[in-house]
């Protein structure tokens, strides 16, 4: 294992930020991950583990030791007439485990196209998209306990997956690396097109049989029609994650603003983030070289150059925008460090 010393992070988050890791390295195997947390000099160390650095901001210098995630791999492990079993190293980038499972006629991830990132990140929060979560066709994980280097499994039920939501954020946070990742997926798709433009975008090409790579070549042109391309716009997605109010708030907001989109939800009624900054006024804003996305006001942006400080302080002055106007907090999903 190779580790560098001063390594500038700067191409390994999507938002460009520069920071520095007093030691890195990148694992290509379960064994090296492990030979990390047996390692005298490293054991003791924060350690910070990236993906793709698509749901992080730095906004300081890492700590210790940071880690690469490029465990590869994607094996077949059942099949039956109906299903099949499929694990991907944590280090695959997803959109290209996607992409394989659809060549392959294996449906379920389609929805979550474009998704960026690696596929161990996947399950830290429960990514989703287009009226599909991992959650749904997940089975099971591999993950490394920092504690000693000791693989466990965890299963869908382990992982309690919520919106945006698992173990590995809450009560787990920070003891495990996750190592590899397993679903279950089907030979015989049930589409799932009702969500936002999706329909709208496959009659508007014309198509009128379905198909897995249709259904994915429709979200991957929605999602380029309103999300930065981070090769070309630093962001990490959704800064925030939707809120979810209860009827007393929600009431009182769609009697002062009738418009409020709304979507119910088992515990409350989810309202898009995206509206509230947008009518709070901050779509399209600049400050310096931070700034919101002017197609989709849920996304903050590093125009060039930007620390992470100056994002961190233009989501704050979001989140006391949104909560004067509207009284509704705004949490972050993105990571912090
Ligand atoms: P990183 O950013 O590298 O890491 C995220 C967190 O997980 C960090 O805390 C990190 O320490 C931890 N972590 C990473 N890998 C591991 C591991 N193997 N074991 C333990 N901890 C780990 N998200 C959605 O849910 N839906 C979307 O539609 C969506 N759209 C996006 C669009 C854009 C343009 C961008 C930039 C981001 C979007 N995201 C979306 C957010 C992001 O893509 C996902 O959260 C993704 O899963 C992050 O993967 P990553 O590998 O880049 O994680
Ligand atoms: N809206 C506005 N103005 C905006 C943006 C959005 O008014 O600038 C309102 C519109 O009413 C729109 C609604 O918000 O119809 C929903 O917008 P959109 O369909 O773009 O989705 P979103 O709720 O903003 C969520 C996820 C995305 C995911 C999309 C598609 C969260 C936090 N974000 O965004 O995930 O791709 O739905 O399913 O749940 C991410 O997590 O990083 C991410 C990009």
Redesign the pocket.
């Known amino acids: 294992m190779h580790i560098e010393e001063n390594k500038n992070l700067k191409a390994y988050?999507?938002f460009g930020i520069e920071a520095i890791a007093p030691y890195f390295c990148e694992v290509y195997t379960v064994k090296e991950l492990q030979e990390i947390f047996r390692n005298e000099k490293f054991r003791d160390m924060p350690l910070?583990?990236?993906?793709?650095?698509?749901?992080?901001l730095f906004t300081k210098d890492p700590e210790g030791l940071v880690v690469s995630?490029k465990i590869e791999g994607i094996s077949l492990i059942e099949e039956d007439e109906q299903h099949v079993v499929v694990k991907a190293g944590?280090g695959v980038v997803?959109h290209d485990f996607v992409l394989h499972t659809i060549a392959q006629g294996w449906g379920g991830l389609e929805n979550?196209s474009l998704?960026?990132?690696?596929t161990?990140?996947?399950p830290?929060?429960?990514?989703?998209?287009y009226g599909v979560e991992i959650k749904d066709t997940f089975l099971e994980l591999e993950?490394i306990k920092r504690a000693d280097g000791s693989l466990h499994t965890f299963t869908n039920e382990d992982c309690c997956f919520g919106y945006?939501s698992s173990v590995?954020k809450t009560t787990e946070k920070d003891k495990?690396?996750?190592?590899t990742v397993t679903f279950r997926l089907t030979k015989q798709p049930v589409f799932n097109t009702s969500y936002g433009a999706i329909q709208e975008t496959l009659d508007a090409g014309g198509i009128t049989e379905l198909s897995l790579k249709a259904v994915s070549d429709a979200v991957i042109s929605i999602?380029q029609s309103k999300?930065?391309?981070?090769k070309v716009t630093g962001?990490?997605?959704?800064f925030f994650k939707n809120p979810v109010i209860d009827e007393a708030l929600f009431n009182r907001l769609k009697e002062k603003y009738p418009a409020v989109p709304s979507y119910p939800q088992a515990d409350g009624i989810k309202i898009p983030a995206g509206w509230l900054i947008e009518q709070a006024g901050w779509k399209g804003y600049r400050r310096g070289n931070a700034g919101v996305h002017d197609k989709q006001a849920l996304?903050l942006v590093n125009h060039g150059g930007a620390n992470g400080e100056e994002i961190r302080q233009l989501a704050e002055d979001i989140q006391a925008s949104v909560m004067e106007k509207f009284g509704v907090e705004l949490e972050t999903?993105v990571?912090f460090v």
């Open positions: 988050n999507t910070l583990i990236l993906g793709g650095g698509s749901n992080i995630n944590a997803w979550l998704i960026p990132g690696t161990g990140a996947a830290m929060q429960n990514i989703g998209a993950a945006r590995f495990y690396v996750i190592a999602r999300l930065p391309d981070p962001n990490a997605g959704s996304v999903e990571n």
